[in-house]
């Protein structure tokens, strides 16, 4: 059973670097094919796609925000981190890591619950 | 960068067809997936693949993509099925994964 879990910081302020982490089990990023990706949705808002690391440590980003972004991969640890610096309010929103295998065509076939972040002072 | 435009919103009696569509430029050669999100709960993966439903999810979602337009069909729709729904595709020629805005169904 796949399960993906978020964690990271509840609260950040305005220009401070974010870091959230992914701790996932049922799997390992070490299997070709599987990926992980990070997903955000504002409050009341639609999902916008992040970054996604890929099993051979093949990266992607955002093009709009890929200046900000970073996401790194520890296999042993089973985590997949991303930062994202300059935090804004703009960026107050639900973090969503979820699991993509290219036998489904990079879909994101299971998500985490979530991890809500606001960026105020 | 690929936009993908949804309705913002698309109802449908109890037990009729739901049909909700995700416009992109020729999204027809692009492998279109759909995510059903209830309030509160993480999205759920219904439709991959334009057409292909994963384990657990009814008979009655089905999907097709032609063209310009990709398509979400709920037949038999239930109070249960009420969420709002996103089309999802990743664009290689620009190196991007692309959700649509969202679509909001009601059931009533």
């Known amino acids: 059973q796949i399960t993906l879990k978020e964690s990271g910081p509840t609260l950040v302020k305005p220009t401070e670097t974010l870091t959230v982490t992914c701790t996932f089990s049922?799997?390992?990023?070490?299997?070709?094919?599987?990926?992980v990706g990070w997903i955000r949705q504002p409050p009341g808002k639609a999902l916008e796609w992040l970054a996604l690391?890929?099993?051979?440590?093949?990266?992607h980003y955002s093009p709009s925000l890929k200046n900000r972004l970073t996401i790194t991969k520890d296999t042993s640890k089973k985590q997949v981190v991303l930062t994202m610096t300059n935090m804004d309010s703009v960026d107050t929103g639900t973090y969503y890591c979820?699991?993509?295998?290219?036998?489904?065509?990079?879909?994101?076939?299971?998500w985490g619950l979530g991890t809500m972040v606001t960026v105020s002072s | 960068s690929y936009v993908l435009t949804q309705p913002p919103s698309v109802s449908v009696a109890p037990g009729e067809t739901a049909s909700i569509t995700c416009g992109g430029s020729?999204?027809?050669?692009?492998?279109v997936h759909w995510y059903q999100q209830k309030p509160g709960q993480a999205p759920v993966l219904v439709i991959y693949?334009?057409?292909d439903r994963p384990s657990g999810i009814p008979e009655r979602f089905s999907g097709s993509n032609s063209g310009n337009t990709a398509t979400l069909t709920i037949s038999r729709a239930e109070a249960g099925d009420e969420a709002d729904y996103y089309c999802?595709?990743?664009?290689?020629?620009?190196?991007?994964?692309?959700f649509g805005g969202g679509t909001k169904l009601t059931v009533l």
């Open positions: 693949s334009d057409r």
């Open positions: 690391i890929y099993w051979d440590d093949d990266k």
């Open positions: 020729n999204i027809g050669v692009l492998n």
């Open positions: 999802h595709v990743w664009d290689r020629g620009y190196d991007h994964m692309v």
């Open positions: 979820a699991h993509s295998d290219r036998i489904a065509e990079d879909s994101f076939d299971i």
């Open positions: 049922g799997f390992s990023l070490t299997t070709s094919g599987v990926g």
